[in-house]
């Protein structure tokens, strides 16, 4: 569906920022946010990873006659 398609999409962004963000607050020493960011990496990840075992992330195909 639309929605979970739209969910999963904004889930996969927040990882990917999220992943992001967390190694340039390691680079520069701010371990608060570095360690915020690695937990909302953690938690959307695992998000993500539920729904896409969920099923919505697989099309369904019919096949003609």
């Not at 990496?41 to 729904?51: D, E, N, P």
């Not at 896409?52 to 003609?64: D, P």
Request: aromatic share 8%; net charge positive; proline share 2%.
């Amino acid at each position: 569906s639309l929605k979970l398609g739209l969910l999963g999409a904004l889930l996969g962004c927040v990882v990917v920022y999220s992943a992001l963000f967390g190694i340039g607050f390691l680079i520069y020493g701010r371990m608060a946010q570095a360690g915020m960011a690695g937990a909302m990496f953690v938690a959307t990840s695992l998000l993500l990873t539920g729904l896409l075992r969920s099923g919505a992330g697989q099309a369904k195909i019919e096949h003609g006659p």
